[in-house]
T-cell receptor
Framework: AAGVIQSPRHLIKEKRETATLKCYPI?????VYWYQQGPGQDPQFLIS???????DKGSIPDRFSAQQFSDYHSELNMSSLELGDSALYFC?????????????FGSGTRLTVV | KNEVEQSPQNLTAQEGEFITINCSYS?????LHWLQQHPGGGIVSLFM???GKKKHGRLIATINIQEKHSSLHITASHPRDSAVYIC?????????????????FGKGTHLIIQP
């Protein structure tokens, strides 16, 4: 069965560069969530989208922005990267209309800022 | 204080042992999730609970809404069960006009099953 696809799997960037992470939810999922997990940390909610509209916002820095497109995939844009942005970024998707189906998680993008 | 507390933080057991991981939460929830994360890897959803008990293979999850407590049990544990097990809660009700505010995670339980 198709899962949540994230790309790239690994990304190395220098300080002050920009990065774009992509998340493709499973078919018929209309809601996408982004999480950041620092080394040894529990995941922190960044932002979510439902039907291409921002649904909720967590601890997302102003340097980051995100959007959901007409095909429901989402992109997390990160600018002016800092060393502290090094983390595993993973997304999850779910269906607003079938909440009992739970969440499906992607494998994550590991971002290293050097 | 974290809204989701897990215990123990670390657990090492021998193959075949019965494992219990506990999760307590302090907020009203619409659902509770048990997740598994392997080192360096992504997250796999094991269970989503809003009441009662669910079983899948050697895994059993229970929740007591009144006591705001959930447990994850692993029967006949195996070295491949070694992973971080994370309890996470939803505080909004999806599909009912509530916002998609994501999950609040516990800090995880690091489980090692030795052969």
């Amino acid at each position: 069965a198709a899962g949540v696809i994230q790309s790239p799997r690994h990304l190395i960037k220098e300080k002050r560069e920009t990065a774009t992470l992509k998340c493709y939810p499973i078919p018929r999922h209309d809601t996408v969530y982004w999480y950041q997990q620092g080394p040894g940390q529990d995941p922190q909610f960044l932002i979510s989208f439902y039907e291409k509209m921002q649904s909720d916002k967590g601890s997302i820095p102003d340097r980051f922005s995100a959007q959901q497109f007409s095909d429901y995939h989402s992109e997390l844009n990160m600018s002016s990267l800092e060393l502290g942005d090094s983390a595993l970024y993973f997304c999850a998707s779910s269906s607003y209309w079938f909440p009992n189906y739970g969440y499906t998680f992607g494998s994550g993008t590991r971002l290293t800022v050097v | 204080k974290n809204e989701v507390e897990q215990s123990p933080q670390n657990l090492t057991a021998q193959e075949g042992e019965f494992i219990t991981i506990n999760c307590s939460y302090s907020v009203g929830i619409s659902a509770l999730h048990w997740l598994q994360q392997h080192p360096g890897g992504g997250i796999v959803s094991l269970f989503m609970l809003s009441s009662g008990k669910k079983k899948h293979g050697r895994l059993i999850a229970t929740i007591n809404i009144q006591e705001k407590h959930s447990s994850l049990h692993i029967t006949a544990s195996h070295p491949r069960d070694s992973a971080v097990y994370i309890c996470a809660v939803e505080t909004s009700i999806r599909g009912s006009g509530g916002g998609a505010d994501g999950l609040t995670f516990g800090k995880g339980t690091h489980l090692i099953i030795q052969p």
